[in-house]
């Protein structure tokens, strides 16, 4: 009878067995209630559907650091440096590993690390792990492995290359696990409203989605900076650096003018659009702004050669205030010479006539020298005021020099007399 109770028993779980007859709320995972019998197919459905909610929830991360503790480098003592990582608050490390649990209590090293070489150090998956949350090994590598691979899990470089080992524990590509799930719970300001960000690189577009109050703002937060705020590295060869499917305008609050592709219209304050002033140019009309750069080109080639002539002027302009200068020394010396030699008068005549002449030559090179300074003018106004009162010392000595004819012509008639023939001769002279 005895033997026969095992069998009955068998009997009764089978002619008995059942779904079970609870449910939980949302995943309707099932749970045994009173009255219902212990079923292994429900068991593994139970535990299956919580084995693969962990999975979807857990593998969106994959890997990441939850909590860390203190990193420190233990200098080469023959054997290479060592990194280790001690535990804070009773953890070393906790965070996602192959998606399953990583966490110690102990201190975790890194050791075999050696001077010129740069290290990544990892934590690495092992299938112990989802059993035991202490079962991962340490790693180090000498190239970077794939941020798709969720068996490792990034938690410092060490720089031995230069003269000081650098360790970083926050380098580029470590995940932190809450970080990333902040992410997953809101799309916007999950970094609460400031981002830090070294490198950021966009696939698709940036976008502003704001009310015609607000605008996006570019700061430089360092008043000390001289860089620029903005730097367009321009690597495509024919492509244009800025595109805009619309009409693509710039503008200055504080000087209240804009930059802008329009025509030369009015804006802000009676400013007119610096590009359109550009592409609207009459002397350019239907060249725009290719055109407008050969011009200026042209323009600056035309300066550096006015620029040389206005030098070339300036001497030419010193050279004949000397001139006049030496020939009004030399007009006072003659009328010094004639005064002197009255008492010759005969034997003097002759010089007269010769100084004469070299006053006429004089005076038509003081008259083409003004004629000089005349066309050098509009290629001089950087040098005006310089030629103005070259101009007017230019005068002063033709009314010196008029007036020293004058005289001439008053002593000629004092020693020849003042006849209407010799007159008609002085004034041809």
């Known amino acids: ?40 197919a ?80 990892y934590l690495r998956f092992t299938t112990n792990l989802y059993e035991n949350s202490a079962a991962f090994t340490t790693t180090v590598r000498t190239t970077p492995v794939s941020s798709d691979n969720f068996n490792f899990l990034y938690m410092a470089t060490l720089d031995l290359t230069g003269g000081s ?80 499917l619309d009409e693509l305008s710039f503008q200055d609050v504080r000087m209240s003018t804009k930059l802008s592709a329009s025509g030369q219209t009015s804006f802000i304050n009676g400013k007119t659009s610096l590009v359109g002033a550009i592409n609207q140019n009459t002397a350019f009309t239907g060249i725009g702004v290719s055109g407008n750069t050969a011009a200026i080109a042209q323009n600056t080639a035309d300066i550096a050669v006015n620029t040389s ?16 200068l030496s020939n009004a020394t030399n007009i006072n010396t003659n009328e010094s010479n004639i005064f002197s030699n009255s008492v010759s008068i005969t034997g003097n005549a002759a010089n007269i006539l010769i100084n ?24 001089i106004n950087a040098v005006s005021g310089q030629v103005d009162t070259n101009t007017s010392n230019l005068v002063i000595h033709q009314a ?4 020293t004819q004058q005289r001439v012509r008053a002593l000629e008639c004092a020693v020849f007399g003042c006849s209407s ?9």
Not at 90 to 116: D, F, P
Not at 368 to 377: H, M, P, S
């Open 1 to 40: 009878m005895d033997a026969l109770l095992p069998r009955l028993h068998h009997l009764n779980y089978e002619k008995k067995r059942m779904a079970y007859s609870g449910r939980t709320t949302f995943y309707q995972i099932p749970i045994a209630l009173d009255g219902d019998i212990l079923d292994e």
């Open 42 to 121: 429900e068991n593994i459905q139970q535990m299956q559907m919580v084995d693969d909610l962990l999975e979807s929830a857990v593998g969106i991360v994959g890997t990441g650091v939850i909590k860390e503790g203190n990193f420190s480098i233990v200098t080469d003592t023959g054997s290479g440096y060592k990194v280790l990582l001690k535990p804070v608050s009773g953890n070393a490390i906790h965070g996602l590993l192959g998606s399953g649990l990583a966490s110690s209590k102990s201190q975790v090293t890194w050791e075999g690390l050696y001077s010129g070489n740069f290290y990544y150090l």
């Open 165 to 244: 080992p650098v360790l970083d524990i926050n380098p580029e590509g470590k995940v932190y696990a809450r970080e990333f799930t902040t992410h997953i719970g809101t799309s916007v300001n999950p970094h609460t409203n400031y981002l830090t960000q070294t490198n950021l690189t966009v696939t698709g577009s940036i976008s502003g989605n704001l009310n015609p109050t607000k605008s996006i703002w570019i700061n430089q937060e360092d008043v000390l900076s001289t860089a620029p705020l903005i730097t367009f590295n321009h690597v495509t060869s024919g492509a244009p650096l800025i595109r805009s």
């Open 309 to 324: 002539d206005i030098t070339s002027n300036i001497g030419n302009i010193a050279t004949n205030n000397a001139n006049i």
């Open 356 to 379: 004469q002449a070299s006053i006429t030559g004089n005076a038509v090179s003081i008259s083409g020298n003004a004629a000089n300074v005349l066309i050098n003018i509009s290629g």
């Open 400 to 403: 010196q020099l008029l007036n």
């Open 421 to 429: 023939s010799s007159s008609s001769s002085s004034s041809s002279s």
